[in-house]
């Protein structure tokens, strides 16, 4: 049992020791009483700030989890991480946002173990600080529950309810003149609501649903708009059960099983979400200890087998507003039973089968059936082949039907500005294979080649007849024959380092292979003459930090330690 420790009587400091003492003696300075020491220590984890909208309302949310740990018995204490906004921070080349997660992962390992709590409450909801929470729980191995901030409202412009990503849409069509700037602006100034993660299968509320499927939110949670009284009250009752896990021993890899990563890859393929589930599902599960699994392959497996059951923006018709409605995350589980290991045990302390069965399907439309899917094509793929020994990922239904099997030149660049040069100026040919290396986590922090691949978009006759392989990550909108987080990536001196132009590639996306067509005497003697040497002095002190700890995208960009 985690009970703290009743104190019967005032014993000495020699019998407890100077620290405990010390401990005891700056708690009663605060104010606080002789009875609220003697109960269980409950950390609030709390990301709440004032830049970031899915997390400026964290702080009233954190005040209903209090009040329930109070009623329950136990103190709770309120302690802080960062908690950054993707659409809000710096972009390449000084990306910060996925560092970030790694980052706030120890900055709860040190507060909350540096303190002895008993258990913790984490508040969050937006890309990297779900999965950063996700980990730290995992490493700590304490009673934990999620709270997640919930989804966004929906904008109101001209007298219709918007979605921020069909303005974000509208960028390019306002810069090249062809939009009125009137209504254009209005568009931007009204698209986003209040506070939550923003309205569509984007990271955030992407992750939020993991978390769900993982069993560490209370159910419905990540399926509640944030300006809801359901949101307060699931705060509220995640402070009373935290007490429960606390007095029964259940600790959070308890809860995040082999199994219930399973459950979550599920999940992530039944509402197509997003591609740095990639990257996050696995870091979460490695710091659960569970480093021999191939992760990447699971999430292949799981792509053949789990239909998409509905149709979300921002590549579907449907919100999370309609999500909800239509029955929420438990409505999605529900349909997924026959597919998940329902047994799994969750924050609840009941399985996920018992959360679910009274679960209703309200909309057909936006939650299907296994039996009657939106779709059955698999999502994506992983390649795997001499260049990429890890993996590679692709997204199967995004390929064209004439670039299913591909061979060709390399093209060679070892910067995205390079490539959309060459781009601009017209040298990239017909058929060519774009290598744009050294974006993974420890070359580049992780940033995408999206703008090259739009950009190739307005090329037909390339878009139709080249590939894009690249060791930087997807963006949801990633099409034609793109291939990302090749593994090991460029930087920590994998094959991709050592493609030379006019290198011959092949690539073949129903048999999952992709090679570079060079003899492996010849790869082993690049290879070995191969060195990367970071431009330390370009970035500062975090992001240094970063690239030299951290490991391969294929088991999450974890740190190599």
């Not at 990639?278 to 792509?303: N, R, V």
């Not at 003697?525 to 002190?541: D, G, T, V």
């Amino acid at each position: 049992m985690l009970k703290k420790k009743k104190y019967e009587d005032m014993r000495s400091c020699w019998e407890f020791g100077e620290a405990e003492e010390c401990r005891r003696g700056l708690m009663l300075g605060m104010g606080y009483s002789e009875e609220e020491l003697h109960r269980p220590l409950i950390g609030v984890v709390n990301s709440w700030n004032e830049y970031n909208p899915g997390h400026v309302h964290l702080n009233k949310l954190a005040e209903r989890v209090k009040q329930g740990i109070r009623e329950a018995g136990g103190l709770p204490l309120e302690v802080m991480t960062t908690g950054i906004c993707d659409g809000m921070v710096l972009k390449d080349p000084k990306y910060i946002e996925v560092p970030s997660r790694n980052s706030i992962a120890d900055q709860v390992e040190i507060t909350v173990e540096g303190n002895f709590f008993d258990g913790m409450v984490m508040l969050c909801t937006c890309d990297s600080i779900v999965p950063g929470y996700l980990m730290a729980a995992a490493r700590l191995d304490i009673p934990t529950i999620i709270v997640t901030g919930g989804y966004m409202p929906l904008g109101q412009d001209r007298g219709k309810e918007v979605l921020h990503i069909h303005a974000q849409d509208k960028v390019g069509t306002a810069k090249a003149g062809k939009m009125d700037m009137d209504v254009y602006n209005d568009l931007i100034a009204h698209s986003w609501g209040i506070c939550g993660g923003c309205t569509s299968m984007t990271t955030a509320n992407s992750m939020c649903m993991i978390a769900e499927a993982l069993g560490m939110t209370l159910p419905n949670n990540s399926s509640t708009s944030a300006v809801s009284s359901q949101i307060c009250l699931t705060a509220y009752r995640a402070g009373k059960q935290i007490m429960n896990l606390v007095d029964e021993g259940i600790t959070a890899r308890k809860i995040m099983t082999v199994e219930a990563v399973k459950n979550a890859i599920k999940l992530d393929m039944a509402v197509a979400a997003s591609s740095n589930l990639i990257l996050h599902i696995p870091a979460i599960a490695h710091e659960c200890g569970y480093t021999d699994i191939p992760w990447w392959k699971y999430f292949d497996e799981a792509s053949n087998n789990i239909p998409l059951l509905s149709h979300l923006a921002p590549s579907g018709m449907y919100n999370l507003k309609d999500f909800d409605l239509a029955g929420g995350t438990s409505a999605m589980l529900k349909q997924l039973l026959p597919k998940i290991d329902g047994d799994c045990l969750t924050v609840t302390g009941k399985t996920v089968r018992e959360n679910v069965e009274n679960a209703v399907v309200y909309n057909s439309d936006v939650i299907h059936s296994l039996d009657n899917p939106v779709m059955t094509e698999p999502g994506i793929g992983v390649l795997y082949g001499n260049l990429a020994p890890e993996g590679a990922i692709i997204k199967i239904a995004a390929v064209p039907t004439q670039l299913m099997k591909y061979k060709g030149p390399a093209r060679v660049f070892n910067s995205l500005d390079d490539a959309l040069e060459c781009l601009r100026s017209g040298n990239v040919r017909e058929g060519d294979a774009c290598v744009i290396r050294f974006l993974g986590l420890r070359g580049r922090f992780g940033t995408t080649a999206f703008t090259f691949q739009e950009e190739l978009k307005g090329h037909l006759n390339l878009f139709n007849s080249c590939a894009v392989i690249t060791d930087g990550r997807f963006s949801g909108g990633t099409s034609g024959l793109s291939v990302g987080y090749v593994s090991p990536e460029a930087a920590l001196g994998g094959p991709l380092a050592i493609i030379e132009e006019g290198d011959e590639i092949e690539i073949d996306v129903t048999g999952r292979k992709i090679n570079l067509c060079v003899p492996e005497d010849v790869i082993r003697e690049r290879l070995s003459k191969f060195h990367f040497e970071f431009p330390a002095s370009k970035y500062p002190r975090f992001l240094n930090l970063f690239v030299k700890n951290v490991g391969s995208m294929a088991k999450g960009g974890i740190w190599e330690v």
